[in-house]
């Protein structure tokens, strides 16, 4: 039951980093209302997962139990938005907004590039960081349609960090 | 829930099924129902009757034609089918590969090529594939049967130039040339499934190693998949990595206008749209080389 319930908020919390996104238009109509333009993760889309988990009775009850549902939610999307920023630290992108879709990050890429473009100009390596970036672009179109890599990576953390 | 009434009709010719399509204002087509039932579910389209072609005899399987070469797919073979035909993997990569990444596994196994091409929508995958393969589309209707270039079928978003009456029996696939290659590629949406953008193309490669012939189509991107002649053209005479740039790059003058939606905006499409026709000829002239 508890594996169970650790791998549902993982599936939670890669939807909430990297596909879930509530939309309405100017008269408060909802535009996501299908899963076809809300999507949540599917068992085809996530990675096998590997959890591990310690055990510390607590000594407040008779039997040392303790709620292991949600605990499990919360570390998942900053360990995913923090892989994301790490993989993407040298182009100086700083911040992406959940959920980190292919198209934010890109966006997120370019902007980054251009800004440290900007700040490296004086010393002459803008094409450098210009040219890198172009690169990284070009992956992200078709590698993270899925957001595997990146979800693989924070799934990955997310099971080993735990203690 | 499916919340307006219709009469139910299973002809057992094709003659028949044109005649009741014909002579009924809103009647609709139904084969393997992975685009009719979803549209009437969700109210996009109200048909008084549906016409149901699964009992017509003739309109499934994957067959070569007798005299040019070439594959003939009967309109009702399904999704699953084509993906998985050692036939058309062999020859037609782009059409398995388009046929293969529609939907999920239980809509490949009911959806049918000839359904997907009818219904028209603006990402549609066969019908990408179907245009750089340079299929040609065969319909039988009221005043007898015709045949339509694939790239004349689409006309707008969801509309075809399919006449009232028309139903599309099969389509045929002009032989593989030597050194030819082809290949889709696709961004899928993760919710809906449909391409977010998508690049079919096909190529041959002469003996020097440079691009003969290539057709390149879009889908996903504008109002209605397309071809992209002047993409084409810059491809043409040129190694395969450098036709695969040229033609990457041409995509941003190549006319279109992308569509904005909540899948992706305009600007990421085009983006895509460059990234994916690079892949694509790079890909296609890579099994050219090989074939």
């Known amino acids: 039951v508890v594996d169970g319930q650790t791998h549902g908020n993982i599936a939670l919390g890669v939807g909430q980093a990297l596909l879930e996104e509530v939309v309405y238009d100017a008269d408060g109509r909802i535009l996501t209302d299908s899963y076809g333009t809300y999507p949540i ?22 039997i040392g139990a303790k709620g292991a549902g949600d605990v499990s939610n919360p570390p998942v999307a900053p360990a995913i938005v923090n892989a994301i920023l790490d993989a993407l630290a040298d182009l100086g992108v700083r911040s992406v907004e959940m959920p980190a879709t292919p198209e934010r990050v890109w966006r997120a890429m370019n902007a980054g590039a251009a800004h440290a473009a900007k700040g490296a100009a004086g010393k002459g390596a803008s094409a450098k960081v210009g040219a890198r970036a172009a690169a990284a672009a070009n992956g992200a179109a078709g590698k993270t349609a899925a957001g595997k890599p990146a979800t693989r990576k924070a799934a990955a953390r997310t099971g080993g960090s735990r203690s | 829930v499916i919340p307006v009434k219709f009469t139910y009709r299973l002809p057992a010719t094709i003659e028949e099924a044109s005649a009741l399509l014909a002579g009924h204002a809103h009647a609709a087509v139904l084969a393997g129902g992975q685009s009719l039932i979803p549209s009437m579910t969700v109210r996009r389209t109200a048909p008084s009757m549906l016409v149901d072609i699964r009992k017509i005899g003739g309109l499934r399987g994957i067959s070569k034609l007798p005299r040019k070469g070439g594959l003939r797919i009967g309109a009702a073979t399904t999704l699953d089918e084509i993906s998985g035909s050692p036939v058309v993997a062999a020859t037609h990569e782009a059409l398995a590969e388009a046929a293969g990444s529609v939907g999920d596994p239980q809509v490949r196994h009911r959806g049918t090529i000839g359904g997907a091409l009818a219904d028209g929508h603006p990402s549609g995958d066969l019908i990408a594939a179907a245009i750089a393969l340079d299929a040609t589309v065969n319909v ?123 899948a992706a905006s305009a600007e990421y499409r085009a983006h895509l749209a460059s990234v994916l026709t690079e892949r694509a000829v790079a890909l296609a002239g890579e099994r050219a080389g090989s074939a």
């Open chain 2, 140 to 262: 039988s209707g009221p005043k007898g049967t015709r045949a339509i270039a694939a790239a004349d079928l689409v006309t707008g978003p969801y509309a075809t130039s399919l006449a009232r009456g028309e139903i599309i029996t099969s389509v045929d696939l002009p032989a593989a040339a030597a050194r030819s290659g082809s290949a889709y590629l696709k961004i899928r949406h993760p919710g809906s499934g449909y391409a977010v953008c998508a690049v079919a193309a096909a190529l041959t490669v002469g003996a020097d190693g440079t691009v003969g012939s290539v057709r390149i189509a879009v889908t996903g991107a504008a109002d209605a998949p397309v071809r992209l002649g002047a993409v084409e053209k810059a491809g043409v005479g040129k190694t395969v990595a450098d036709a695969a740039a040229a033609a990457g790059k041409a995509t941003t003058k190549a006319g279109l206008t992308y569509r904005s939606d909540l």
């Open chain 1, 41 to 62: 993760p599917r068992a085809m889309t996530l990675p096998n997962l590997e959890t591990a988990r310690t055990e510390t009775p607590t000594k407040v009850n008779p």
